[in-house]
């Protein structure tokens, strides 16, 4: 399903090099439910945005379904995250403005469907995750775990093979993170998507198939 | 996704009160301005009554006779337009006719001032007035020289109170006509049908004016369809070389045949380098140059608030940051980014314009109200409205594009990390 080989990621200024990753090989299966963990700095967000491809890796290669990806250009992997690949962040990133239902329809914007088609599959994903009851309302008037769930329904809508989790519990309480994480399993074991979660949690990755550990841009294991 | 758009940018405006104020006055205050100005041009320029034949009417204006150290430029005379103008080919209908004169008449001891327009019959058929009482002097009553006259409304309220005019008299500069018709009031910015007073050519004090090349008269030709002008202009730009000069310190003769929008330009051609957007010299047209000149006036005067929308908006969007990486990262590409962007701001601007037709339908209300242009209806109408629209666009797109180009390459990861790489 993911495959990485020799990636590395250097983030360079005039005046610095910084090596992010280095040497990374791995493979995930479809659907495996692998965690990525490490001390703070040690690139398991970069790792993430590779597998995401929202970065490109300065050095080796990543592959999607087999399909190693050539292009990093906007109008080449754009569909591939619109289609393949759900994000779910620490902090939910929902947009104030928008009503839940609205935020959730934010990958179908970019499909060709109707206004309606959008709605009903936004409103599905909603009641996934439990959240018939707040479709119209706004993100501050949620608290964390109910937003973080908004956010998993929007990483679901479109029905993604691959969901990455980049400390989906970081900013809740363990009764809102334990609530959170059984969505997530559930997702895994009944629907068999691949997950990717990074976590400092080690209780919650011990309940993963796989650890991925990294320290200093390299994996561990 | 349009829908989803706008929503979107009606909460983005309300969310921050005070920006959006200040960027719905700069855009309504340009557009008013704007607005305005192009209702101006329109008062002066388009077809309308008398003037409903324009789209084939050519006017001769302007003339310039030179010799080895001499110059003049001035209107034509009448013998120029009488013996060099007539017959022209393609023209069905030409009317020769002095420059409005200010005259004075006493009533009752109360000077009274008024534009006095002397005209050949030819000018009633050419130039469609309306008739509030009476009808136009004709040829006849022009070559037989009576005193008749055609005078405007606000003429009729000063000499006899308002009440049915024709078959009376009053006097205006020396002169007394008989009253055979009452048109509406014409604005003085349309220069051919402009006057308080009309009476026929013969009337003149003297008949000097028969044997001047130069003088204070203008001339319509009413062509059978506008692609006759070109052939019009050139047979009449040959006629000029064979000008037999009564005065033998000129030996040379220009001038040009003009659509409305070529006389604009030309009166309004002022500068080092005459010609450049009216006619030259040679009697060449640049109307195209004054289209454009225009266009770039419009432009520069636009781009003082565009910069400080495009300040506002670059503030806007790094507040949105986070909401870009996300909309990455489900897969919006940075073309569809740069169109969400684009929406909204055309919103803005096009509430802003909205705004800014209202205020500019009350500032064209108050210049009527002023008197400040004699007769002048300054007002909103389809066309103008049509142009506010288009300013109101090309501005939104102005002020919006960089913005959005610059907030489509935020990169992703940099996105929802708050910031820009």
Request: charged letters at 20%; hydrophobic letters at 45%; proline letters at 4%.
């Amino acid at each position: 399903m993911i495959q990485l080989r020799g990636v590395e990621k250097v983030y360079r200024t005039d005046t610095i090099e910084t090596v992010a990753l280095t040497g990374v090989n791995l493979d995930v299966a479809e659907g495996e439910f692998i965690s990525i963990m490490g001390p703070s700095g040690c690139g398991k967000s970069t790792l993430l945005n590779l597998i995401g491809l929202l970065d490109a890796p300065t050095q080796g290669q990543v592959a999607l379904h087999g399909a190693p990806i050539g292009s990093y250009r906007d109008r080449d992997v754009a569909p591939i995250r619109n289609k393949e690949i759900g994000f779910i962040f620490q902090s939910f990133h929902l947009i104030a403005d928008l009503s839940v239902v609205d935020n959730v329809e934010i990958p179908l914007l970019y499909r060709t469907l109707s206004a309606k088609e959008r709605r009903s599959l936004a409103l599905q994903a909603l009641e996934r995750v439990g959240l018939s009851s707040r479709v119209h309302h706004f993100p501050s008037q949620l608290s964390g775990g109910q937003q973080q769930r908004v956010a998993i329904a929007r990483a679901i809508v479109g029905r993604p093979r691959i969901l990455l989790a980049d400390e989906p519990t970081g900013n809740l309480d363990s009764q809102m993170g334990d609530e959170i994480m059984a969505i997530v399993h559930d997702l895994n074991q009944r629907e068999k998507t691949t997950v990717v979660m990074v976590t400092h949690d080690l209780l919650r990755a011990e309940r993963t198939a796989r650890t991925i550990r990294l320290f200093d841009g390299r994996q561990v294991n | 996704m349009l829908g989803s758009n706008l929503r979107l940018a009606y909460k983005v405006l309300l969310r921050r009160k005070f920006f959006t104020a200040v960027s719905l006055f700069g855009i309504s205050f340009t557009l008013v301005v704007l607005m305005v100005a192009v209702a101006v041009l329109d008062h002066m320029l388009a077809a309308r009554p008398p003037e409903t034949r324009q789209e084939r009417t050519l006017g001769l204006h302007f003339a310039f006779m030179k010799g080895k150290s001499w110059m003049w430029s001035s209107e034509p005379g009448f013998l120029l337009l009488d013996r060099y103008a007539r017959g022209l080919p393609g023209v069905e209908r030409m009317s020769i006719f002095t420059t409005a004169h200010d005259v004075p008449s006493y009533l009752g001891g109360t000077r009274i001032n008024s534009s006095l327009k002397r005209t050949d019959g030819e000018y009633w058929k050419i130039l469609e007035f309306t008739f509030l009482e009476g009808r136009p002097y004709t040829t006849e009553d022009v070559d037989q020289a009576r005193f008749v006259a055609v005078i405007n409304a606000t003429s009729r309220g000063r000499f006899f109170g308002g009440a049915p005019a024709v078959g009376k008299t009053f006097e205006a500069d020396g002169q007394r006509f008989q009253v055979v018709g009452v048109v509406p009031d014409v604005p003085r910015l349309r220069e051919v049908p402009f006057a308080d007073i009309w009476v026929p050519l013969t009337t003149a004090k003297s008949d000097s004016y028969r044997r001047d090349l130069m003088g204070d008269h203008k001339a319509i030709f009413l062509a059978r369809s506008a692609s006759d002008f070109p052939a019009i202009k050139d047979e009449f730009r040959a006629r000029l070389k064979r000008v037999e000069f009564t005065d033998s310190h000129y030996d040379s003769m220009s001038a040009a045949l003009e659509t409305q929008a070529e006389r604009t330009a030309s009166a309004l051609d002022v500068g080092p380098k005459r010609g450049f957007i009216g006619t030259d010299g040679q009697g060449n047209t640049h109307v195209g140059r004054f289209w454009a000149a225009l266009g770039v006036l419009a432009v520069l005067f636009m781009l003082l608030p565009t910069v400080n929308l495009v300040n506002l908006n670059m503030s806007r969007i790094m507040e949105r940051a986070s909401e870009i990486g996300v909309r990455k990262a489900f897969g919006a590409t940075s073309r569809t980014l740069v169109g969400q962007f684009m929406v909204e701001n055309v919103a803005l601007t096009l509430v802003g314009g909205a705004i800014g037709f209202v205020l500019a339908a009350v500032v064209l209300h108050a210049l009527t109200a002023s008197g400040l242009v004699a007769y002048a209806r300054f007002e909103m109408n389809g066309r103008v409205f049509l142009w506010g629209l288009g300013l109101a666009l090309v501005f939104g797109v102005l002020s919006g594009v960089y913005p959005a180009w610059r907030m489509s390459r935020l990169h992703p990861v940099a996105a929802l990390g708050g910031g820009a790489r």
